[in-house]
C-alpha cells in the first residue's frame, strides 16, 4: 500500500493566501448551490472568489489560523451539507493547492487570475458573465473597467494549482 508523506505547509498569522479546491474526480458539481460554497466558511471568508462547475478559487486573509485548519472546516462541512442536499458521495479531492502572496503585484496577478478563470476554461467571453464570482464586487469597487478580460492578460500564464 502506498501512503503519502505528511505536507507541510508555512504558518505565519495574518498571511494572505491563495487557494484551489478540486472536486473528487472532477466532478462538475459546485454550481448547483452557490449558497452552500458562502454558507461553509466559518473560520474565515474569502475576499475574493470564483466557483467553476469542478474547483474553486480564492484568496484568504487566514488572520491567526493556519491554512489546512481553514480549509479542513470549509471541506468538512461542504461535504456534510452537500451530502444532505443531494445524496450521498465524496465531494472533494485530498488536500487543496495553496500560494502564499508575497507581495502587491502577487496578490494583483492572482485576483485577476481567479476572475479570468471562467473565461480561461471557456465558460464565457467575458468574466463579468460568470456569475459565481466576485468579479462583481471588484467592479463596483472601481477595480476593474467593464471591457477587462476579453482578452487574456499575458502575464496570467504560470502555476495557479489547477
Not at 4 to 29: A, D, G, W
Not at 107 to 113: A, K, L, N, T
Not at 130 to 151: A, M, N, V
Amino acid at each position: 500500500m502506498k501512503t503519502m508523506k505528511t505536507l507541510r505547509r508555512y504558518h505565519q498569522p495574518h498571511l494572505i493566501s491563495f487557494v484551489t479546491c478540486v472536486t473528487f474526480e472532477r466532478r462538475r458539481v459546485l454550481c448547483g448551490d452557490i449558497e452552500l460554497f458562502h454558507s461553509c466558511w466559518s473560520i474565515c471568508r474569502p475576499t475574493c472568489w470564483v466557483v467553476m462547475p469542478d474547483h474553486f478559487h480564492a484568496m484568504l486573509n487566514i488572520g491567526h489560523n493556519s491554512i489546512s485548519s481553514i480549509m479542513h472546516d470549509f471541506k468538512i462541512r461542504y461535504s456534510r451539507r452537500f451530502r444532505e442536499r443531494f445524496g450521498p458521495g465524496r465531494v472533494w479531492q485530498n488536500r487543496f493547492w495553496d500560494h502564499i502572496i508575497r507581495d502587491q503585484v502577487d496578490m494583483s496577478r492572482h485576483i485577476d487570475y481567479i476572475h479570468f478563470n471562467p473565461v480561461k476554461h471557456g465558460l464565457v467571453i467575458s468574466p463579468f458573465d460568470w456569475e459565481y464570482s466576485s468579479i462583481h464586487e471588484f467592479c463596483e469597487r472601481g477595480y476593474y473597467q467593464d471591457e477587462w478580460g476579453l482578452k487574456e492578460p499575458n502575464y496570467l500564464c504560470g502555476e495557479f494549482g489547477e
